[in-house]
């Protein structure tokens, strides 16, 4: 059984460009959910995918995008990235959108210059 | 909305001694409630979590919190601290409703440094 992977580890963009962060869930989860953690901070929930549809938005601009294909995948795309975008980009995988226990990724450092 | 407080962004303990790391939660009805480890440079580990049942929750490596509806709090305790716990430890809160789903709500983390 494998873990929660993201690609990947760390990248460096440069301001207004976009991103794109890949995530694989875990073997048998459909439910993927994105979370932003700037440093020194914990995360922050930006929304969840369950069965490819969106399902629950944080307190995130529309820049902020994803997608989950039907092996249940997911990506984060940030359009116009900004300097405060910088930060740790984490995913978690659930099986299902009630259960309790969450998986998370090692996570993406996104750095904006 | 929910939120979470954690009191004290780092902790200091000595090798062998109590850890304790608190933390305090604003929720209209009790959530479910989540304690997670963060070792550098890695994602989050669940180490315990409270749905419902018996308010004392035993975790893995040797922590355990208690669920207390009337302080709203959910602080967290390792009797002997190894140098291994050292890390960064975040209390999270979730709807406890299937519709809510388990999205995440994180407290600003407690950075716990064990001294030999």
């Known amino acids: 059984e494998t873990g929660v992977t993201q690609s990947p580890t760390h990248l460096i963009k440069t301001r207004g460009q976009q991103v794109t962060l890949r995530c694989s869930s875990q073997s048998g989860h459909n439910t993927v959910s994105w979370y932003q953690q700037a440093l020194g901070q914990g995360p922050q929930f930006i929304f969840q995918y369950y069965r490819e549809e969106e399902n629950g938005r944080g307190n995130f601009p529309p820049r902020f995008s994803g997608l989950q294909f039907p092996n249940y995948s997911s990506e984060l795309n940030v359009n116009a990235l900004e300097l405060d975008d910088s930060a740790l980009y984490l995913c978690?995988?659930?099986?299902?959108?009630?259960?309790?226990?969450?998986?998370f990724g090692q996570g993406t450092r996104l750095t904006v210059v | 909305a929910q939120s979470v407080t954690q009191l004290g962004s780092h902790v200091s303990v000595s090798e062998g001694a109590l850890v304790l790391l608190r933390c305090n939660y604003s929720?209209?009805?009790?959530?479910?409630l989540f304690w997670y480890v963060q070792y550098p440079n890695q994602g989050l580990q669940l180490l315990l979590k409270?749905?419902?049942?018996?308010?004392l929750v035993k975790g893995i490596n040797g922590f355990e919190a208690e669920f207390k509806k009337s302080e709203t709090s959910f602080h967290l305790t390792k009797p002997s601290a190894h140098m291994s716990d050292a890390a960064e430890y975040f209390c999270?809160?979730?709807?406890?409703?299937?519709?809510?789903?388990?999205?995440?709500?994180f407290g600003g983390g407690t950075r716990v440094l064990v001294k030999p």
């Open positions: 409270y749905t419902t049942g018996a308010t």
């Open positions: 999270a809160v979730s709807p406890a409703t299937k519709a809510a789903g388990n999205k995440l709500t």
């Open positions: 978690a995988s659930s099986a299902g959108q009630t259960n309790t226990e969450a998986f």
């Open positions: 929720s209209s009805v009790p959530p479910y």
